[in-house]
């Protein structure tokens, strides 16, 4: 399974970014996938996630504010962003697992990894 992930960039306080990734190889259907994201320093935190049924599931952090869907026909998972703060800068990740069963939430269930997209959030 390989993943890209694209949509980054630089937008101010109170913007939006939607970021894609774009999977290749396997069934992408029967994928859970998930979004995570680093800052400088700091741990690879969760974001949100989807299950292959479309099951989503979001970090107290986001909720309200992010949406992740899925597209099974193009292969690809979104994350809209809105409403974007200072503290969600970081390089987001998005992630795929094929376990039929795994904890959203938990980066250890997903073995297949995307490089990486800045998103870098102004005051």
């Known amino acids: 399974v390989q993943l890209q992930a694209s949509g980054g960039g630089l937008v101010q306080a109170g913007g939006s970014l939607r970021l894609s990734c774009a999977a290749s190889g396997g069934t992408f259907s029967s994928y859970g996938m998930g979004w995570f994201h680093q800052a400088p320093g700091q741990e690879r935190e969760f974001v949100a996630s989807?299950?292959?049924?479309?099951?989503?599931f979001y970090a107290d952090s986001v909720k309200g504010r992010f949406a992740i869907s899925r597209d099974n026909a193009k292969n690809t998972v979104t994350l809209q962003m809105n409403l974007l703060k200072p503290e969600d800068t970081a390089v987001y990740y998005c992630a795929a697992t094929t376990s039929s069963s795994y904890r959203a939430s938990d980066s250890r269930f997903y073995p297949y990894w995307g490089q990486g997209t800045q998103v870098t959030v102004s005051s």
């Open positions: 989807i299950s292959r049924g479309g099951s989503t």
